[in-house]
């Protein structure tokens, strides 16, 4: 009966396991592609601040962004572009298919001015 039980439950666990491995957010602004990047964007960030108040590119153009940690320790973060980078995952291809302007926040904490590190990315028509 007990090992009835073990592997009723190894299995269940597999099964979860298995369930949550794959998870794919179809309702995401920008969408990673294997088509090789025509622009490229470099974003630099140092203590409390981006390198620039904002930054441009344009709807429907593949473009890699790639991120810069110059002082300190940072990240950043875009949920509405699906965009999360910092020093383990620097760089992202993605293809924005929504134009408007999205804010870019810090995604480490990174001592008291970290919430007032807010810059933007603008998506041109």
């Known amino acids: 009966m007990k090992k009835g039980m073990a592997w009723l439950a190894a299995c ?3 099964l979860v396991l298995a369930a949550c491995g794959n998870a794919n957010n179809s309702k995401s602004q920008a969408s990673e ?3 090789a990047a025509s622009e490229q964007l470099v974003i630099k960030a140092s203590n409390y601040e ?6 441009r590119i344009k ?6 962004i790639v991120y810069e940690n110059v002082n300190g320790n940072h990240g950043l973060l875009v949920p509405e572009l699906n ?7 620097n760089s992202k291809v993605i293809t ?6 999205f804010e870019m926040s ?3 904490f990174c001592g008291s001015g970290h919430s007032s590190m ?8």
């Open 12 to 14: 269940m666990l597999i």
């Open 33 to 35: 592609t294997e088509v």
């Open 50 to 55: 981006f390198d620039q108040p904002e930054y």
């Open 59 to 64: 709807k429907g153009v593949p473009v890699k």
């Open 83 to 89: 965009l999360q980078l910092d020093t383990q995952k």
């Open 96 to 101: 924005p298919d929504k134009a408007g302007e």
């Open 106 to 108: 810090c995604s480490v």
């Open 118 to 125: 807010i810059s933007k990315i603008i998506v041109e028509e």
